[in-house]
Every structure is written in structure tokens, then in C-alpha cells.
């Protein structure tokens, strides 16, 4: 079973830049999709950006222009680039790994993947 651990989260200035990472152990970590949701006080988890096993990427429009993912299967790592941080995107952060199974081909009645890191504490503050 596949664990992720984020790293990178602090406090930060408004305008400022943090790069969140999500380190896999275990798993087969290039046939996940790769995804990164945020959790507010008081608000539902939401998602921020994705990006396949294939490289493509998706975002939320309130990070378009300012976030960044991407993905190095060379070290088992995805990356959360953000940029002009604002007040708002102070949440926790958390990483999530998907896939239709632990496989690259999933037979049928296959459990899927879906496993979450611990979180990572973003703070936009002056």
C-alpha cells in the first residue's frame, strides 16, 4: 500500500511562494493520478489541482495562473508550486494518490487506490 507524506507548508506573506511536496513510499507511484486538496477551518475539503499519470493537469479556478503541480516519478514526488499567495489559501493541504488499482492493468472487482497524506499547514499572514 502505497503512503504519502507532504512536506513544504509554513507562513508566508501575501505575494509570497511556498513549494508544498508529496513523497510516495510503496506503491507503484507512476500509474497514480496525483492531487492536491485543501482544507479550510469550518469549510469541506476542496480540490485544488491534479495531474494524471500521463502529465496532465487540471486545476481549480481559483488557483489558475498562480499554482503549479507537477509530478518527478523518477523520486516517487509530486509538487505543489504556489504563487501570490493570498489570505485565502491559508488551509491544510493535502496530498492524494488515485488509481483504478495497485496495477497497471486492473482485472475485474479490482480495489482502487485511494490514499491520503497526513496534511501540511499553509499560513498567509502579514
Known amino acids: 500500500q502505497v503512503r504519502l507524506e507532504e512536506s513544504g507548508g509554513g507562513l508566508v506573506q501575501p505575494g509570497g511562494s511556498l513549494r508544498l511536496s508529496c513523497a510516495a513510499s510503496g506503491g507503484i507511484f507512476e500509474i497514480y493520478r496525483m492531487s492536491w486538496y485543501r482544507q479550510a477551518p469550518g469549510a469541506q475539503r476542496e480540490l485544488v489541482a491534479g495531474?494524471?499519470?500521463?502529465?496532465?493537469?487540471d486545476y481549480a479556478d481559483f488557483v489558475k495562473g498562480r499554482f503549479t503541480i507537477s509530478r518527478d516519478n523518477a523520486v516517487n514526488t509530486a509538487y505543489l508550486q504556489m504563487d501570490s499567495l493570498k489570505f485565502e489559501d491559508t488551509a491544510v493541504y493535502y496530498c492524494n494518490a488515485h488509481a483504478p488499482c495497485e496495477g497497471y492493468a486492473c482485472p475485474p472487482n479490482s480495489t482502487p487506490v485511494n490514499v491520503w497524506g497526513q496534511g501540511t499547514q499553509v499560513t498567509v499572514s502579514s
Open positions: 495531474i494524471t499519470s500521463g502529465g496532465g493537469t
